[in-house]
Nanobody, 126 residues
Framework: QGHVVESGGGSVQAGGSLRLSCSAS????????MGWFRQAPGKEREGVAA????????YYTDSVKGRFTISRDNAKNALYLQMNSLEPEDTAMYYC???????????????????WGQGTQVTVSS
C-alpha cells in the first residue's frame, strides 16, 4: 500500500520560487516513475513533470520547461520540484504520484499512476 506525502507549497509573488518535496513509501522498491501533477479550480488535472532517475527519462509539460526542474533522491524515495519564475497561472494544488515502472514518453499521464498524495497548495499572486 503506497503512501505519498507532499510538502513545500505556499504563497509567493510572481517571479518568485518554491521547492516542493514528495516522500513515498510502502510499495515495491526499485525502478519507479514519480511525477508531479497540478489542478487549478475548475480545470482538469495536468501533468507537470516526471522522472524515474534514469538519464534521459525526465519529462516536462511545455508550459513549465525552463522554469521548473524535477530531481530525485532514490535512496530516500524522494522527489522534488524546483519552481522558478512562477506565474499566476501556476496557481494550483500540486500532487505527487508514483507507479512501479519506468517513465516513458507521454508522462506524466495521470491515468498511469497508482499512488497519490493529498496535495500541497501553490498560490502565485501578480
Amino acid at each position: 500500500q503506497g503512501h505519498v506525502v507532499e510538502s513545500g507549497g505556499g504563497s509567493v509573488q510572481a517571479g518568485g520560487s518554491l521547492r516542493l518535496s514528495c516522500s513515498a513509501s510502502g510499495y515495491t522498491s526499485g525502478i519507479n516513475c514519480m511525477g508531479w501533477f497540478r489542478q487549478a479550480p475548475g480545470k482538469e488535472r495536468e501533468g507537470v513533470a516526471a522522472g524515474d532517475g534514469t538519464p534521459g527519462r525526465t519529462y516536462y509539460t511545455d508550459s513549465v520547461k525552463g522554469r521548473f526542474t524535477i530531481s530525485r533522491d532514490n535512496a530516500k524515495n524522494a522527489l522534488y520540484l524546483q519552481m522558478n519564475s512562477l506565474e499566476p497561472e501556476d496557481t494550483a494544488m500540486y500532487y505527487c504520484a508514483v507507479r512501479v515502472s519506468y517513465c516513458y514518453p507521454g508522462d506524466p499521464s495521470a491515468g498511469r499512476f497508482v499512488y497519490w498524495g493529498q496535495g500541497t497548495q501553490v498560490t502565485v499572486s501578480s
